[in-house]
């Protein structure tokens, strides 16, 4: 427990100038799906309150394992304004997904003024050249995933 709380005060100050973050659990564990709103709170008490939040059930690999089903993954994003995937970290599904759709949010929040790009407290920073997509796709081709997770 003093470990977990050692870590705690660590993760805090990555919450400080972040636009975005993902909150993952482990689909096979129930006991880490139950926390979430835990570390949901720790995130929404630290960080900006417009930060987005893309909340992942990760092993969708091993679905016979499950002991999360992704309808409770998706009740508890959607009740909490969340993105939500499943991905497996093993196999790369959804893992690239999870990171464009996030940076998408992001910067739909920028684009409606949300967040001001120019003030780097917002946690954005802006860069110089093409923004390359998913697989190494330039200008918004989007790449086609499927798989365990769909």
């Not at 805090?12 to 689909?27: E, M, N």
């Not at 979430?36 to 630290?46: F, P």
């Not at 120019?118 to 390359?132: D, L, M, P, T, V």
């Amino acid at each position: 427990q003093a470990g977990q709380e050692s870590f705690r005060s660590i993760t805090r100050s990555y919450y400080r100038g972040a636009a975005g973050a993902l909150l993952v659990y482990d689909i096979t564990r129930r006991e880490t799906f139950n926390h979430l709103a835990s570390w949901l709170e720790d995130a929404r008490q630290h960080a900006n309150p417009n930060m987005t939040i893309m909340l992942i059930g990760n092993k969708c690999d091993l679905s016979h394992r499950r002991a999360v089903s992704k309808e409770e993954g998706e009740q508890f994003a959607k009740e909490n304004g969340l993105l939500f995937l499943e991905a497996s970290a093993r196999t790369a599904q959804n893992v690239e997904e999870a990171f464009v759709k996030t940076a998408a949010k992001i910067l739909q929040n920028i684009q409606e003024g949300v967040f001001d790009a120019s003030n780097e407290s917002s946690g954005i920073k802006i860069g110089y050249g093409r923004a390359q997509g998913p697989s190494g796709a330039r200008d918004g081709a989007v790449a086609q995933s499927g798989g365990c997770c769909g």
